[in-house]
């Protein structure tokens, strides 16, 4: 079982629709990453939290400790939004940062 | 503010031989940070490096080395290439050398092929 899990793998929308992402994970943990892979491998790191919820834009992020449990939200999508998604996480007693597989989203016009 | 930069941008070489991987961190970083991205495949920590020294490593061979030079610049190496090194190679940078993964800004990453 990996140490982070993403889900869903691939998710399609239609231009507007209010897309969730979900990353939980395993470990004990100091931080977690969103971060926006688009086609050629060019990473965007969206968010770092430890704790509560951070928005910047359309987008939202929420992490719930107890739970192991984050969200990324995209509100309004636009078919620019097009990418996969990465949750990571950084593990508290490694010190090394773990990666989910990935959400493959497909937002449609 | 330039970003984070790597070179090459493609890199094609035959089993056995090495790799030599280039990244550039952004003026004022310190943190040097490399994954490998094999096709179908998630991101996996490689490396980090920080003031010139190797702070902690993946699950990886030790065929696979890097350094860090004193403008903050890294290497990574990869010897007796085997055809599953084939991935791309993204190097991140960070500013803060206290927390070991404060916020990463990463570069376009490297392709290799090994044929």
């Known amino acids: 079982k990996n140490e982070v899990e993403q889900s869903p793998q691939n998710l399609t929308a239609q231009e507007g629709e209010f897309i969730t992402i979900n990353c939980s994970y395993s470990v004990g943990i100091s931080a977690l990453h969103w971060l926006q892979q688009h086609p050629g491998g060019g990473i965007v790191s969206l968010f770092m939290l430890s704790s509560g919820k951070k928005k910047h834009g359309r987008l939202i992020a929420t992490i719930n400790i107890q739970e192991k449990h984050s969200s990324l939200h995209i509100t309004a999508s636009h078919p620019r939004d097009s990418a996969v998604y990465i949750c990571?996480?950084?593990?508290?007693?490694?010190?090394?940062?773990?990666f989910g597989t990935g959400t493959r989203l497909q937002v449609f016009p | 503010e330039a970003g984070v930069t790597q070179s090459p941008t493609h890199l094609i070489k035959t089993r056995g031989q090495q790799a030599t991987l280039r990244c550039s961190p952004i003026s004022g970083h310190t943190s040097v940070y490399w994954y490998q991205q094999a096709l179908g495949l998630g991101l996996q920590f490689l490396l980090w490096y920080d003031e010139g020294e190797e702070r902690n490593r993946g699950n990886f061979p030790p065929r696979f080395s890097g350094r860090q030079f004193p403008n903050y610049s890294s290497e990574l190496n990869v010897n007796a290439l085997e055809l599953e090194d084939s991935a791309l190679y993204l190097c991140?940078?960070?500013?803060?050398?206290?927390?070991?993964?404060?916020?990463?800004?990463f570069g376009p990453g490297t392709r290799l092929t090994v044929l």
């Open positions: 990571a996480v950084i593990n508290y007693n490694t010190d090394k940062l773990i």
């Open positions: 991140a940078s960070s500013p803060d050398p206290s927390s070991s993964y404060n916020e990463q800004f």
